[in-house]
Structures are given as C-alpha cells and as structure tokens.
T-cell receptor, first 111, second 115 residues
C-alpha cells in the first residue's frame, strides 16, 4: 500500500466553485503534513502546512484527522489561477525529514 | 534571495549512456535532497544529505545511481548506465536542518529523456 494516497482527478470546476481534495496516509508515526502546489512543468511549491486544529489561509482551508489518518484541502471561490496539481505531503521524523508525496490531484478551473 | 539552482534544464540521452545533474542549494541550507518525479507521479526521494553526509539513500538504485556533496554545498547526481525507465524530472530541494526543515525549496528540475 502506498504511504500517501490521493484521488488523481482531474477535477474540472467552474470559476467560483468550492472544491475539496482528500488524502490518506498509512504511517501513523507521521509527524508533519503539507499541501504543495505544482504547476504544469514547474517545481512543487509549499501551499500550506496542515495542523491538527485545522488552518485557513484566505480561500484555502486544510484539515487533519489523525485518528482516521486523513488530510483535506478545501478551496473556496475557485480562480482560474488555482488550476494546478495539488500534492498531499507527509513527513516522518524517522525518515530524516524527507517528504513523502502523493501522486497529486489535478484541478482545472474553467471560465 | 537566490533559489535552488539546477542544471541542465533538459537532457536527452540514449540508453546505456551516462548523465550527471548539478544542484546548488539555497545559501545556508545544510540539508539537500534529490527527488525523481516520473510523469503522473509525485516526487520520490532518492537521497538526502545533511552537510556532506548521507542521511537516507534507501530508495537510490545504487547499481546505477550515485550522488555526492563533497564540500557540503553543491551536489551532483549521476546515472550510469541510464535505462529507459529513468526518464523523469530530477528535482533538487534544500532546507534548513531538522524541524526547521519543514519547508523544502525546490529547484526547477532537470528533465531527462532516455531514448
């Protein structure tokens, strides 16, 4: 079983829509959680960290459920510029702090 | 602040040839990572350095891949000989060490095509 699993999509949504991505991880020793964004043919960039209490950054809300080993990302009022691949990322301290990436979920926001 | 620099941006080789990639991390970042990203997949860690020492190379195919970071700054990743399945983007990332390394900064990557 892959350590980090995501629905690859693609998710095609109209501008202004709300879209949610889900991710599950298999290692209960996981310590840190992130969402990275990757534009086509570009490098991944940190979108936001994910905290147990849930956290929000503008139109983006991330949530973590440690009991279910589940992470989510909610995007409200989608913009055309949100079109990208969203990578769910998990870090375990026993792996030297390297990141375990999911395959990514592709989002296309249409006019 | 300068980001992570990688070269070349693109490389096309034939199978069984050798290839090397170069990475210069962000100044002051002791931790350096090489990832392989195959089309349609997330990046997969190949090797992690802390200064000039290897922290994790468990997923590096050591029969053909090698990497070094001799002076604890720049790093090179080599493939010898290359196989068709090595076609991928090779991403270098750097971070501050330990818990401070929660944020990793990636270079633009080297896109390798093996024919």
């Amino acid at each position: 079983r892959k350590e980090v699993e995501q629905d690859p999509g693609p998710f095609n949504v109209p501008e202004g829509a709300t879209v949610a991505f889900n991710c599950t991880y298999s290692n209960s020793a996981s310590q840190s959680f992130f969402w990275y964004r990757q534009d086509c043919r570009k490098e991944p960039k940190l979108l936001m960290s994910v905290y147990s209490s849930g956290n929000e950054d503008g139109r983006f809300t991330a949530q973590l459920n440690r009991a279910s080993q589940y992470i989510s990302l909610l995007i409200r009022d989608s913009k055309l510029s949100d079109s990208a691949t969203y990578l769910c990322v998990v870090k375990q301290t026993n792996s030297g702090y390297a990141l375990n990436f999911g395959k990514g979920t592709s989002l296309l926001v249409t006019p | 602040e300068a980001g992570v620099a990688q070269s070349p941006r693109y490389k096309i080789i034939e199978k069984r040839q050798s290839v090397a990639f170069w990475c210069n991390p962000i100044s002051g970042h002791a931790t350096l990572y090489w990832y392989q990203q195959i089309l349609g997949q997330g990046p997969k860690l190949l090797i992690q350095f802390q200064n000039n020492g290897v922290v994790d190379d468990s997923q590096l195919p050591k029969d053909r891949f090698s990497a070094e970071r001799l002076k604890g700054v720049d790093s090179t990743l080599k493939i010898q000989p290359a196989k068709l399945e090595d076609s991928a983007v090779y991403l270098c990332a750097s971070s501050l060490p330990g818990q401070l390394g929660n944020i990793q900064y990636f270079g633009a990557g080297t896109r390798l095509s093996v024919l």
